[in-house]
Each structure stands twice: as C-alpha cells, then as structure tokens.
C-alpha cells in the first residue's frame, strides 16, 4: 500500500492550464478505472473533482478535467482562477477493498 | 443534502483507545460503503478503512491493521471506528467519508475530527 507519487507543487497564471500527475502501479493506477481526484483548501474537507478518471460529478466546473496512460494519471486545470489554488489529491483503487492516495500537490496560482 | 458528522475525538495518551462517531443524514446510509479517511498535520491524505454496506465487508490500511474496527448500524445511520493501542503516529484529522454506489470514489466527507496522542 504505497503511496501514489505526485509532484510536491504546480503553478501558473490566470487564464492558463497546469498538469498534475499521479504515478502508481499495475496494481493500483494501471490496473483499475477507478481513479479520482480531491481538492482540498486550508482547514476545509476534500471535495471530490474527478472519478473513474475522468468523470466530473456535478456542480464541478469542465475547466477540471482527468486522463489515464497506463500507470500514470493526470488532472487538468485549464484557466486557472484564484480559487482553484489549493492542494491536490489523486485516489486509485487498489483491489481487495484496498484504496491508495497520492502524495498530494500543492497549486498556487501566480 | 449529505451530511456526515463526526464526534469523539480529542487527546488520549499513547496505548489507550478512542471510539470516533459518525451520524450520517440526507441519504439512504444502508446504500452506501463507509471509509474513514485521515490526514495527520501537515500531512497527506491517507486511507484507513472501508466497510460494505451491509456490514459484510470491511478492509483496513497497512498502518491500523490489528489495531482498529470499522463498524455501523444501519438503524440509526452511524458509523464507528475503534482505535485500540494508539500511537503518536495516528494523531490525525480523522474523516468519516462516503463511498460511491457502484463505484470506488469517496464523494462525501464530513468536516473531520482531530485525534492526538499524547502523554
């Protein structure tokens, strides 16, 4: 059960995009479509953004949007606003009931 | 609306227990898998365990295995988590969170309840 590798910090600009990504194994990332991914501001709850990959529930902006190539998986924030600068968190099933986070990424808009 | 509302955390010395409480309201509980998921300060989010709808099933993470009991009571919508032999290293928000229905993905998180082990 090791956790899903996720660079420490992204940034940009309003207006631009940036790339998360969230690097597991066959086991995990690659073997299941059970990937999502959490938004999570400072003392608040997570708040689910995208699920099995790439997924959006409702009420979550299509500017977020996620994808999956074998073991790695990615979020997209295209124009990014103020309020999207937040930590990051990616979730892969794991099989057997078993589920994995990511590292978490920390985005800061400029 | 969703609700998960956690209680019963606080400060507890290293090797005794804490029982965590979670009231679930605005949806069918009986429907749905329970995670609790933590954060230790400053930390990561990690998982911790999951248990079936119907109580049939339950899984835990590596670091609580043997230490810590999932349960729920359909009846009344709450969930519980017994943590026995408590270390420094479980000081943690503890969340109580929703699994999805037919699908793996925590949709719902109640605020969090902090736990510290301490002498």
């Known amino acids: 059960q090791s956790a899903l590798t996720q660079p420490p910090s992204a940034s940009g600009s309003p207006g631009q995009s940036v790339t998360i990504s969230c690097t597991g194994t066959s086991s995990d990332v690659g073997g299941y479509k059970y990937v999502s991914w959490y938004q999570q501001h400072p003392g608040k709850a997570p708040k689910l953004m995208i699920y099995e990959v790439n997924k959006r529930p409702s009420g979550v902006p299509d500017r977020f949007s996620g994808s999956k190539s074998g073991n790695t998986a990615s979020l997209t924030v295209s124009g990014l606003q103020a309020e999207d600068e937040a930590d990051y968190y990616c979730?892969?099933?794991?099989?057997?009931?078993?589920?994995?986070f990511g590292t978490g990424t920390k985005v800061t808009v400029l | 609306q969703v609700q998960l509302v956690e209680s019963g955390g606080g400060v507890v010395q290293p090797g005794k227990s804490l029982r965590l409480s979670c009231a679930a309201s605005?949806?069918?509980?009986?429907?749905?898998?329970m995670h609790w998921v933590r954060q230790a300060p400053g930390k990561g989010l990690e998982w911790v365990a999951v248990?079936?709808?119907?109580?049939?099933?339950?899984q835990y993470g590596d670091p609580v295995k043997g230490r810590i009991t999932i349960s729920r009571d359909n009846s009344r919508s709450t969930l519980d988590l017994q943590m026995n032999s408590l270390r420094a290293e479980d000081t943690a928000v503890y969340y109580c969170v929703r699994g999805g229905a037919g699908t793996n993905v925590f949709d719902y998180w109640g605020q969090g309840i902090l736990v510290t082990v301490s002498s």
């Open positions: 605005g949806f069918t509980f009986s429907n749905y898998g």
């Open positions: 248990i079936w709808f119907d109580g049939s099933n339950k």
């Open positions: 979730s892969s099933y794991a099989g057997s009931n078993i589920h994995v």
